[in-house]
């Protein structure tokens, strides 16, 4: 491929994503639905205007990191240890019951697999990927209704954000237990001993940030370091144990979180992400994206991947809610709250590819799972909290 080809693609991505993104808004959905939907339709689905190339592949793969490091440097960690084991119970239900949910959906649907066949994975990525919660639009929802600073909000914001670390960590065992050659103590421990080098170097690299922060506050060498931190802990984890990319990404957020400057970071990665790496990544997922490959029976699997997916993050965050004391209209509120996906679900969904656990016509029932979950979780919290007034 010739490499000025390389700028028509791009031009044409940036274009369609920003078109489709800003009609999927007028829609109240997410904007990434309209980007993926613009990478179907200039994709070989559709019109075949642009095509899967290696530099597309290496752009969306950078566009992901960034929305991880993003994703680790919005997390709030003070938040997360004031809410204490309410917010971590909810969030380890809210991980556990769509993990098993999704497992036994693929097995009914494809046969149950002999435990550590590549079958046996496939069946539990499944349910990898109905684990990922995205609170953006229930953030949204809370906000207009002047419900976020609430004892129900600050559950919902707390154990949303523990959910996703919980889901990094599962989909990173995961994904080193698939290989044939995979010994399960070995998996275990190359993944204790990232996190414990990531807590020692995470440790170190927070002091230096936070002394570079109040000698040069707002400066722009801060994002820049912290740029190369993102891709220092991406490259560790994948090179040296044998993780995630995304997982370094996401700690290396995880450790800038609590500076001074983290907004300021998280203000200058968001550029390079909203003008051009993260518009390929999602449009790169509907390239992928397969409409020939859709009959009943994938249709049929993607309404009811929809649908458990749903249910299980209502049933399980919410029964663990109600064990705290909270009223039963208060826990479906929690329940309802953490079932929206959003980024991390297509973010998971893509590793999932990239290893040969997921093929890509499911990306058709995460795509509906985004759209249906965004678009029902506000109407259903606004009938909840309604039903508080009656």
């Known amino acids: 491929m010739e490499t000025y080809h390389i700028f028509r693609d791009l031009a044409i991505?940036?274009?369609?994503?920003?078109?489709?993104?800003?009609?999927?808004?007028k829609l109240k959905a997410p904007q990434v639905v309209g980007m993926i939907f613009a990478g179907i339709v200039?994709?070989?689905?559709?019109?075949?205007?642009?095509?899967?190339?290696?530099?597309?592949?290496?752009?969306?793969?950078?566009?992901?990191?960034?929305?991880?490091?993003?994703?680790?440097?919005?997390?709030?960690?003070?938040?997360?240890?004031?809410?204490?084991?309410?917010?971590?119970?909810?969030?380890?239900a809210g991980v556990f019951t769509p993990l098993v949910g999704g497992y036994i959906l693929y097995s009914c649907v494809y046969g149950f697999s002999p435990l550590g066949s590549l079958d046996f994975y496939k069946a539990v990525f499944i349910g990898?990927?109905?684990?990922?919660?995205?609170?953006?639009?229930?953030?949204?929802?809370?906000?207009?209704?002047?419900?976020?600073?609430?004892r129900v909000g600050t559950l919902i914001l707390s154990a949303a954000i523990i959910d996703d670390v919980i889901g990094i960590i599962v989909m990173t065992f995961v994904i080193g237990m698939r290989s044939p050659?995979?010994?399960?103590?070995?998996?275990?421990?190359?993944?204790?001993?990232?996190?414990?080098?990531?807590?020692?170097?995470?440790?170190?690299?927070?002091?230096?940030?936070?002394?570079?922060?109040?000698?040069?506050?707002?400066?722009?060498?801060?994002?820049?370091?912290?740029?190369?931190?993102?891709?220092?802990?991406?490259?560790?984890?994948?090179?040296?144990?044998?993780?995630a990319d995304i997982t370094g990404a996401y700690v290396a957020g995880?450790?800038?979180?609590?500076?001074?400057d983290s907004k300021y970071i998280a203000e200058k990665m968001d550029i390079s992400s909203y003008m051009l790496f993260g518009p390929v990544f999602f449009a790169s997922i509907g390239?992928?994206?397969?409409?020939?490959?859709?009959d009943g029976g994938l249709l049929l699997f993607a309404v009811l991947f929809v649908i458990v997916a749903l249910i299980t993050k209502i049933i399980g965050c919410g029964a663990v809610t109600k064990l705290f004391g909270y009223s039963g209209?208060?826990?479906?509120?929690?329940?309802?709250?953490?079932?929206?996906?959003?980024?991390?679900?297509?973010?998971?969904?893509?590793?999932?590819?990239?290893?040969d656990l997921l093929d890509p016509r499911y990306f058709t029932a995460v795509i509906l799972?985004?759209?249906?979950?965004?678009?029902?979780t506000p109407i259903i919290l606004k009938l909840l909290y309604r039903k508080d007034k009656a």
């Open 181 to 243: 050659s995979s010994d399960p103590v070995g998996v275990i421990w190359r993944t204790l001993l990232f996190f414990a080098c990531c807590t020692a170097f995470g440790f170190i690299f927070y002091r230096l940030f936070k002394l570079l922060d109040m000698r040069y506050e707002h400066r722009r060498r801060i994002p820049i370091m912290g740029l190369a931190l993102c891709f220092g802990f991406s490259y560790m984890a994948e090179r040296y144990f044998g993780i």
């Open 287 to 294: 390239l992928k994206t397969s409409l020939s490959a859709i």
């Open 128 to 150: 990898v990927i109905m684990t990922a919660t995205s609170v953006s639009i229930t953030v949204q929802s809370l906000m207009e209704l002047g419900k976020l600073k609430t």
């Open 42 to 92: 200039i994709g070989p689905s559709v019109f075949g205007i642009v095509n899967q190339s290696e530099y597309i592949l290496q752009t969306a793969e950078i566009g992901v990191i960034l929305l991880m490091f993003a994703a680790g440097l919005s997390t709030d960690l003070k938040e997360l240890v004031r809410t204490g084991p309410a917010a971590l119970l909810v969030a380890c």
């Open 254 to 260: 995880i450790v800038l979180c609590n500076i001074h």
């Open 329 to 355: 209209n208060d826990a479906l509120k929690v329940g309802v709250g953490m079932m929206t996906r959003g980024e991390v679900a297509l973010i998971v969904a893509q590793r999932g590819l990239s290893v």
């Open 369 to 376: 799972l985004i759209v249906v979950s965004s678009l029902s």
């Open 13 to 25: 991505i940036i274009l369609a994503a920003k078109l489709f993104g800003m009609l999927a808004r």
